[in-house]
C-alpha cells in the first residue's frame, strides 16, 4: 500500500491546523476530530514533516480539559517563541456547558507554555480571559499572536463579532496587545470590514514589501481568503483572485521556510462518503505552496516535493501521438487512454487553447468512451476551473431525471486567467481526494467517492485545443 498524499490519523480526521517551523521542520498541531457520540472533548494533536511528503503522527499534544473544565475543547490558536526560547501556545477554550448570558457557550483565550520545545504544555488557567463589552462572548476565538517590530509589542488577533449591527455582518478580526504574553489589553479591531458573519482563523505574515492578512469565511463561499497592504495596519488590499482554494479546502493558516511560504488546510469530508453527500468539518491535510507574483498577489500549487515523490510514469495509449489536436468547432471530442489509471497518480496536461474554445480538460476515472466521468474543465470563455461530474444524481426513470440543470459543484468554480495560449493543468488524485492546479496559480480541491476506478481522458467542445504534453506518475514506495 502506498502512503498517503494527504495526512489523515487512523483515529479520526484533522480540523484546523495550526503550523509551526522548527529547525528546518513543520510541526503541524491540528484539532482532532473524533465523530463519535456523545462528542469526546477536542484535543490538539499533533503531526510533523520535513519534506511534505512523509509524516510523522504524534498523537495528542495538547490535551482538552475535563467536562467541568473551561477548555473541555481546546479549539484554534497560534504558538509563539518568546526570546527567553520558551514556547506560549494560545488557544480558544470552549465548553458546551459553560454559557454566556446570550445563552450561547462561551468562546475564552487560553494560555499554555512549554520549556522542552513542546512536548508538554503547561497550562495556566490564571491567563484566561473572554470577549470585552462591545463583542459576542460566544465569538471570541482563534487567537493569532505575533510580534510587531514597530510597535515592540506582541498582537494577537482574535475572530470575533460586535453585538450590534446586521447579524450577517457582524464579523471583525479584534486585537489585544501585550508586551510579556502574559496580560492582554484589548484595543481597536484589527480589521473590520462588516462583510462577513466572522472571519475564522486569522493569520498574518510579512513577505518582501508586503504583509498579507489570511482568513476563512462561511458567509458566502466558506472558502480562505487573503489580503494584502503594505503594512500591518493597512489598508487591505484586496486582490483580483482573493481565495486560497475552494470549498473544500478550508481553515487555512501558514508557516514559512527557507522563504517560501505554505498553507496548510483540511479537504473536508463529506457526509456518506458520496459525492453529493453534504460537506463535513474536518476530513484530511492538505499542503499548497504561495508563489508571490511580481504584483505581490499570490498563486497556489503543489510544492515541488510532493510533485517529485510521484517519480515513476505510468504508460498509457492515446488514440493519437503527441501533440494531438482536437479541433471541434461545433462540436465535442474526447480522447480516453486505454489502461485505467491507479488511485493515486500526478497527472500534468499542457493545453494550449485557440481563441473562442468553450471548454477543454481532463477526464478522471473515466468509462472508456469519456461519458462516465470526473470533468476537470477549463472554461476560457468564462475565466474558470470547474469540477464536474457525469452521471449526477438520478432523480427517476424518464430520460430528462439526470439532473442535468445541476451545472455542476458550484463550491467548486475556480476564477483563473485562461487567455488564449498554453495553459498546465496539473492534478494529484489519492483515493477520495482530488486537488487540481492551473498555472501554479489556482487551486481547487475536492472529494471523488462515487467513481472509484477509471481511465484518463483529454477533451475539447466548440474550439480547438492541442495537447502538447501528458505526463502521468506515481509513487512506487511503501
Known amino acids: 500500500m502506498k502512503r498517503s498524499v494527504f495526512f489523515q490519523p487512523a483515529d479520526g480526521w484533522v480540523g484546523d491546523l495550526i503550523p509551526f517551523e522548527k529547525d528546518g521542520e513543520f510541526w503541524l498541531f491540528y484539532l482532532h476530530e473524533d465523530r463519535s457520540e456523545p462528542k469526546p472533548g477536542t484535543s490538539w494533536n499533533l503531526v510533523t514533516t520535513k519534506d511534505l511528503t512523509q509524516f510523522e503522527d504524534h498523537g495528542v499534544s495538547l490535551h482538552h480539559g475535563s467536562e467541568t473544565d473551561l477548555d473541555f475543547n481546546a479549539y484554534t490558536g497560534s504558538i509563539v517563541t518568546d526570546k527567553s526560547g520558551v514556547h506560549h501556545l494560545f488557544y480558544t477554550g470552549q465548553n458546551p456547558r459553560n454559557l454566556g448570558p446570550d445563552g450561547a457557550p462561551l468562546q475564552l483565550v487560553m494560555h499554555a507554555t512549554s ?59 479584534a486585537q489585544c496587545l501585550s508586551a510579556d504574553l502574559m496580560t492582554w489589553q484589548h484595543t481597536e479591531p484589527f480589521w473590520d470590514p462588516r462583510r462577513y458573519i466572522t472571519h475564522e482563523c486569522p493569520d498574518v505574515f510579512a513577505w518582501g514589501d508586503w504583509w498579507y492578512m489570511v482568513y476563512s469565511e ?50 473536508a469530508s463529506k457526509e456518506g462518503n458520496t459525492d453529493h453527500g453534504p460537506w463535513q468539518w474536518a476530513g484530511t491535510m492538505s499542503v499548497l505552496e504561495a508563489l508571490q507574483n511580481p504584483d505581490g498577489t499570490l498563486g497556489f500549487s503543489f510544492a515541488d516535493e510532493l510533485v517529485e515523490s510521484f517519480w515513476e510514469d505510468v504508460p498509457v495509449s492515446l488514440s493519437g501521438a503527441l501533440p ?51 470533468v476537470l474543465r477549463l472554461e476560457p470563455k468564462r475565466d474558470r476551473l470547474v469540477l464536474d461530474r457525469w452521471p449526477r ?3 427517476g426513470d424518464a430520460q430528462w431525471h ?29 483515493g477520495d481526494t482530488c486537488v487540481a492546479v492551473v498555472d501554479r496559480q489556482v487551486a481547487l480541491s475536492a472529494r471523488i467517492y462515487d467513481l472509484d476506478t477509471g481511465r484518463i481522458g483529454v477533451f475539447a467542445g466548440e474550439g480547438t485545443v492541442t495537447l502538447t504534453e501528458l505526463e502521468i506518475r506515481q509513487r512506487t514506495d511503501n
Open 115 to 173: 520549556t522542552d520545545g513542546m512536548r508538554t504544555w503547561h497550562k495556566h488557567p490564571e491567563h484566561t480571559f473572554g470577549a470585552p463589552a462591545g463583542y459576542e462572548s460566544g465569538d471570541w476565538r482563534d487567537p493569532f499572536v505575533f510580534w510587531d517590530d514597530n510597535k515592540n509589542l506582541w498582537r494577537m488577533l482574535l475572530a470575533a463579532r460586535h453585538s450590534s449591527g446586521p447579524e450577517r455582518r457582524r464579523g471583525v478580526i
Open 218 to 267: 462561511f458567509s458566502e463561499t466558506f472558502t480562505t481568503r487573503y489580503r494584502m497592504a503594505k503594512s500591518p495596519d493597512g489598508p487591505w488590499m484586496v486582490p483580483a483572485l482573493d481565495s486560497i482554494d475552494g470549498r473544500a479546502f478550508y481553515a487555512s493558516k501558514t508557516a514559512e521556510r527557507d522563504g517560501r511560504r505554505f498553507f496548510f488546510g483540511w479537504i
Open 324 to 374: 494531438a489536436r482536437l479541433e471541434v468547432p461545433d462540436g465535442y471530442t474526447a480522447m480516453v487512454s486505454d489502461e485505467e489509471l491507479p488511485q493515486q497518480f500526478y497527472a500534468k496536461a499542457v493545453l494550449d487553447i485557440t481563441p473562442n474554445t468553450t471548454e477543454c480538460g481532463l477526464l478522471l476515472r473515466s468509462s472508456h468512451d469519456g461519458d462516465h466521468s470526473y
Open 393 to 395: 444524481t438520478i432523480t
Open 402 to 430: 439526470v439532473s442535468g440543470d445541476v451545472p455542476f459543484d458550484v463550491e467548486l468554480e475556480r476564477p483563473c486567467n485562461l487567455a488564449p495560449g498554453e495553459h498546465t493543468l496539473e492534478v494529484i488524485v489519492d
